[in-house]
């Protein structure tokens, strides 16, 4: 049989079982499209851009970003490592994923990032970092833009419930500290969102039990599954 008469009689199946077309399944429920940023990239860039529309402020393009005090895995492996398995998570459960970028050889700004999850139709962003401090200091923390944003102050409440459902899902499933949300104005990537935007700060590199643990296969399941409840949770 050829695949254009298995694909008709299939239909004509669907019809005979079910008293419908197929396509009156998909109708009733939206597909949510979640754009997933893995922080950083395989090189820094560190010309300058503005860190929201119209501001005078401008930051690096894309910071070199942390490492690992004991594993010495730079963040933007750690994020990438992450961002593939989150993609995998919410296929699996049903979302359409926009990914930034998958591999570490890129070479994309912040304000670019942003413009890029716009333009895929994404409902929401999730933006991937790992943090650093001195060495006692861990946990998670997420970061939203507040009400007073210049630029985004319309995604505030939106993105602050996005960001408190993967704070305590994340650190449910992880057992990591929580550290709390955070409003944050000064991000670049988040300024020029159209959509709301969580950014998590994974946990420390700066802390070697958490740096070793970030790297544990068992772990980052634990990581990418916390996330992922978060974000049923905010679709709920
Ligand atoms: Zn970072």
Known sequence: MNKK?????????????TGSFPVSAAKTK???????????QGKG???TEPIGPGAKMRKPKVAYGTQGVKTKVPESKLTLQIALKLEKELKKRGYDVYMIRRKQ???ISNKQRAIRANKSGADICIRLHADAASANVR???????SQQNPYVAKLSKKSKKLSKNIL??????????????????DLTGTNWSKIPVALIEMGFMTNKTEDKQMQKKQTQK??????AN???QYFK
């Open 139 to 145: 946990g998670v923390s997420v970061l939203y833009p």
């Open 5 to 17: 008469i298995l694909a008709a009689f299939l239909c004509v199946c669907m019809v005979v079982v």
């Open 168 to 185: 305590d899902s994340y650190c449910k499933s992880t057992k990591f500290k929580k550290r709390g949300l955070s409003k944050r104005d």
């Open 45 to 47: 860039n560190s010309k």
């Open 30 to 40: 939206k597909t949510y499209k979640i754009a997933i940023d893995a922080g950083h």
């Open 105 to 107: 050889n890129v070479n």
């Open 230 to 232: 978060g974000i049923d």
């Open 222 to 227: 634990k990581m990418v599954d916390g996330i």
